[in-house]
């Protein structure tokens, strides 16, 4: 009797070991679980330096989760600790795994950078001021920055298509030609060197794509760049970039005189009217390819990639002289001979 009574109040105990375990494991469910049935959205922001005690005690306090003790150790035991820095859109619906399931999703975070579109062929100093309306950064300290000779020494290791020739003092903007247009996301405190190193980083691309047909040039990169920008220019059409490209190389054989008038407009560098740049053929600029043979001594904008391309594989002609219908549709009209030109301009620009 006494064996059976012994065995009776072990299996008691081992009953509310059982019943405690159990109860131990639906509390600690239950604390896993959503605070609330109902969506209630909440942007959680990570920043450098959080981690996943941090953040579970932050989600605590504001009433995203029920326990932050108890979430902190799940998330440690199911190796959900490697979140991610961002913003993020959670939901007081989730449960404490589908929360931090997100958190550790590299691609889970919310895009708040600012985002700012650099057209193809805009100026330096058309750029800086287009970044300035978007970002913290000003106009002058992008510009500053972007005539800096020791920074640009500094950093042409880094980007091989910078080379000596963008020290040249005589330059308008040192780095104008090598900003290459497109759309980029900024952070929202960027400095003046973030984003002028997103920009050449994107350049950089473009040259390491092409590096092969820019090694096997006769020119160099920055006259090849130059050239790209008066193409860039000149059309900006894809169909014609070939052509006009075609043409600079068929003259500068010839030893004539390029006689581009955007080069004027650029030399001019603060005018009202296209018809300007028409009328200045006699304008001292070193840009000025009415008075200056060969390519002038830097871009004159900062082309897009199809400009570069062409100017790397220009499209073979006998043309020397073209014009653009500026009063039509902007048809461009190629000519081999000057009389040809001529016939030209007196067809579609008079």
């Known amino acids: 009797m006494k064996k059976k009574k012994k065995r009776n109040i072990l299996g008691y105990v081992i009953l509310v070991i059982v019943l405690i375990g159990t109860s ?31 953040i579970t005690e932050y989600l605590k306090e504001n009433e995203v989760i029920k326990n932050d003790v108890i979430a902190y150790f799940y998330v440690r035991l199911t190796n ?47 750029i800086a001021y287009k970044i300035e309306e978007n970002t913290k950064v000003g106009a002058d300290e992008l510009l500053e920055l972007w005539n800096d000779e020791s920074f640009i020494e500094s950093i042409m290791e880094e980007y091989p298509f910078l080379t000596d020739d963008v020290l040249d003092d ?17 952070y929202e405190n960027a400095t003046a060197l973030n984003i002028t190193k997103k920009l050449l980083d ?40 070939k052509i006009i490209s075609g043409v600079w190389f068929n003259r500068l054989e010839k030893g004539m ?56 594989n220009p499209e073979k002609t006998d043309y020397l002289y073209f014009i653009a219908d500026v009063y039509g549709d902007q048809t461009i009209y190629y000519a081999k001979t000057y009389a040809e ?10």
């Open 24 to 54: 131990v494991t639906l509390f600690i469910g239950s604390q896993l679980m959503p605070i609330q049935l109902t969506a209630g959205e909440y942007i959680l922001v990570i920043e450098n330096g959080d981690n996943a005690r941090s």
């Open 80 to 126: 959900l600790t490697d979140v991610k820095v961002g913003t993020y859109i959670i939901d007081k619906s989730w449960d404490v795994k589908r929360i931090f399931t997100l958190l550790n999703d590299p691609k889970g975070s919310i895009n708040t950078d600012i985002k700012v579109t650099i057209p193809e062929g805009l100026w330096a100093k058309q």
């Open 170 to 186: 005589r330059l308008k903007v040192k780095l104008e030609g090598y900003l290459f247009p497109e759309t980029y996301y900024f």
């Open 202 to 241: 994107q350049t950089n691309e473009i040259y390491q794509k092409y590096k092969t047909e820019f090694d096997s040039s006769q020119y160099s990169i920055h006259e090849l760049f130059t050239l790209a920008s008066i193409t860039q220019f000149e059309s900006g059409n894809e169909a014609d970039n």
């Open 257 to 312: 005189l390029l006689q581009s008038s955007v080069t004027v407009c650029y030399a001019l560098y603060d005018y009202e009217h296209w018809r300007e740049c028409e009328v200045n053929p006699n304008l001292d600029s070193l840009y000025n390819t009415y008075r200056y043979s060969g390519i002038p001594i830097g871009p004159i904008n900062n082309p897009g990639e199809s400009a570069i391309e062409s100017v790397l």
């Open 341 to 350: 030109h001529l016939a030209n301009i007196d067809k579609y620009l008079k």
